[in-house]
């Protein structure tokens, strides 16, 4: 048993002394890195600024840095179990002569004489006697900290204060747009989306639209000319609130988007049921009643004459459901299509019911068309995959639980013709051993 | 034994230490070291082997040394032609007084305290050999007798580096019995002026007994009981190991030049004179720094050269020397 006048009383010097001198080499190693990482930190605010990646960038390596010194140091300047080595080193240090660590090692062997206790007693004395604190001074580096702390600060002011701004218009680059979404206030840019929404779903009346897209373009001009260029374009377009011109408008975006294909986000069926109408839109403007031509030959043809105005409406509406069938069995068989909306020189009604064969309401039955998939385009529209609907089946779910009076069935793209067909996605390299060994499994 | 019992043991010591050696250094001047090992030495129960010139104070060393430590002193002049019994003594034929004859054992000068081995590789390694027993048993053995020697029992011998024809080379069995190797160099200037102020005008020399055998024996128990601690005695371990070419403590020189390394005599004569030197000190305990002052005349001559270190005449101090620098204390 170790003698009970120094009982584990060296090991505790021994780790006390350790821990004072881990501290201060620790201490040391901070004061030389603090500087400099703090000025890494305020490189990457500029450069943040200068280069307009994220401003966090800086934040995130003065935290790191931080986080990593404060982590370093803790470890460093934690006490640790006593060991001959550390004992040695403590010794050396405090000019003991071995003693410290020759006693420390006996302190924790067992056994021991009169020699040994007499060794630890005095072992114990002169490491008492030994000034911990003075061997050991903490470490002082008021410059080193000074410069540590304004670099970090000048870090983090340039990281979150408004100066950026000004640095960059210092370092010569060009200001930030002020249109940009960060410049508008909360309360202008729920305007501004309100009245997109509005006029784009129709709901405005022309004169209003105008006056506010006025309004809203002379404060657009103060922040942004490019938003200020776009509500210029709206206001083109606004005027067209009648509902013969939304029809002809509609009219013109579904040729265009048919010809641009714009509507890619759609599903194909639906995509091509919108070409198919487009076409046929483009075929009933000729038709309409108010051309004189069309008409006679109507008549030369010995159809019947145009219904009374209620006759009308009711026929318009059982057109319009009619019509909705025509669309998806058009969408499914072209030929059909030509068939059931041919009407005039074919001399056959195209339409079920007693309204029988009217060319001259085709025209009307187009813009009744346009009406009724008007809603479902723009609904369809908004069904983004990948944004709101993650797979196919949904966009048509949603389409079919909305507003939409028109019904899409599901369409096989085998079922058009092949020219009009997207060819398969072609088979991964990586995949292609894969798939033949598929195929040409025995 | 308590604690302050220790304390007047260890300050005892260091008195008849300091007593010996200013005695000694008052007829010796310029070798304080050789006197403190010899003297180290004799503490520990070892023997010393000094090489030196001719005319640098061997013989007298060991005169004063017996001198002032009221031993039997006995001196015996190693010569090619001397005979093993002419060391440990012979049975001589013997009358009685009453008639018949008898064989009576005449001691050599072996039977001596402090035996002065002078110029030692002189001697036939048979010769030599006569001293082996004694050194390491302290017993001689004549015909079917053995005889122990009176302790303490010092054998101081001497070696001329210069004249090494007609010599014979001591074989590494015997060295290995030296606990010390010392080397006796010419003194400084200042005390070639001691040496000759003190010697060739008229004065006392005389040196008196300072301590006798019971004291040194005394001495000797005090010595062995300074504890040393594990990883100090790893220490004076890893030193001895790493003079082997071998070992994963040896350094470049001692891969490159040693033939063989220290034996465990080497380990034992580093701590025992580490506690001689840690109590010259006042110390209580054998540190790492009390290793080191004793390893150079304690590994000296256990280090063989190889073919190639003897060639390129390589002095094994500086191989320990190197050693010491290479081997981590802790």
Known sequence: MPPDTSERVLSEVVALADQRRRAQGAV????????????????????????????????????????????????????????????????????????????????????????TRFHLERAVNRARAVDWKALYPPVRAGKSWAAAAVLATAAIVLSVGAPG??????????????????????????????????????????????????????????????????????????????????????????????????????PDD????????????????????????????????????????EASKSAEGQSAQASMQMVREAATDPGAAKMMMGGGMMGGDSRPGQAGNNGAQNGADALLFAQALRKELIEASADMQ???VKKEEDIRRKTEQGKSTLGFSRVAPGAFERSRADAPPAVPEARRPLVQRYFIRK | MTSAAVAQ?????????????KEVGRRIVGHEEIVNSTVTALLVGGHVLLEGIPGVGKTSLVHTLADVLHLKFSRIQFTPDLMPADIVGTNVVQEHAHGGMFFDFQPGPIFANVVLADEINRATPKTQSALLEAMQDISVSVGKTTY?????????????????EGTYPLPEAQLDRFFFKLRVMYPPEEAMHQILDRTTQPGDNEVARVVDGTEILEMRQVARSVPIAKPVQGYAIRLTLGSH??????????????????????????????????????????????????????????????????????????????????????
Do not use: C
């Not at chain 1, 300047?77 to 420390?104: M, N, Y």
């Not at chain 1, 639906?270 to 109408?277: G, N, P």
């Not at chain 2, 320990?320 to 981590?328: D, F, N, Q």
């Open chain 1, 386 to 388: 990948g944004q709101n």
């Open chain 2, 148 to 164: 122990k020697l009176d302790q303490p029992f010092l054998v101081l011998a001497t070696q001329n580096p210069l004249e090494m």
């Open chain 1, 165 to 266: 701004r000004y640095l960059a218009r210092a370092v010569g680059v060009a200001d930030q747009p002020a249109g940009s979404p960060e410049a508008l206030s909360a309360e202008l840019e729920a305007k501004l989306k309100a009245l997109l929404g509005s006029i784009e779903a129709g709901d405005v009346d022309a004169e209003a639209a105008r006056a506010t897209l006025e309004e809203l373009k002379e404060l657009m001009a103060k922040i942004d000319p490019a938003m200020q260029k776009k509500l210029a374009e709206m206001m083109k377009n606004a005027p067209l609130g009648q509902e013969g011109a939304k029809a002809k408008n509609f009219e013109k975006n579904a040729l265009a988007n048919a010809k641009k294909g714009d509507n890619q986000v759609l």
């Open chain 1, 28 to 115: 040391q190693s901070l004061v030389r890195l603090a500087p400099a990482l703090a000025g890494v930190a305020l490189l990457a605010a500029v450069l943040a600024r200068v280069l307009r990646f994220s401003t966090a960038v800086p934040l995130l390596v003065l935290g790191a840095a931080g986080l990593g010194l404060a982590l370093t140091t803790w470890i460093r300047s934690r006490r640790r179990q006593s060991t001959d080595a550390i004992a040695a080193a403590v010794d050396a240090d405090a000019a003991l002569r071995g003693e410290l660590r020759s006693a420390h090692w006996f302190e924790a062997a067992e056994g021991g004489d009169e020699w």
């Open chain 2, 245 to 330: 070419p071998e070992s994963p403590y040896a350094t470049p020189l001692v891969k490159r030049y040693v033939r063989y390394g220290a034996s465990p005599r080497a380990a034992q004569a580093l701590v025992l004179a580490g506690k001689v030197h840690a109590l010259q000190r006042g110390n209580a305990f054998v540190a790492a720094e009390d290793i080191k002052a004793v390893a150079l005349p304690a590994l000296r001559h256990r280090v063989l050269l190889n073919f190639e270190g003897e060639a390129e005449q390589i002095n094994p101090d500086t191989i320990v020397s190197e050693l010491l620098a290479g081997t981590k204390s802790e």
């Open chain 2, 9 to 21: 043991h260890i300050d005892l010591f260091r008195e008849r230490f300091v007593r010996i050696t």
């Open chain 1, 270 to 309: 639906v995509k091509w049921a919108l070409e198919d109408l487009a076409a046929k839109l483009s075929n009933a403007e000729k038709n309409r009643p108010g051309n004189p031509n069309e008409q006679a030959s109507s008549s030369d043809t010995g159809e019947k004459g145009a219904p009374s105005d």
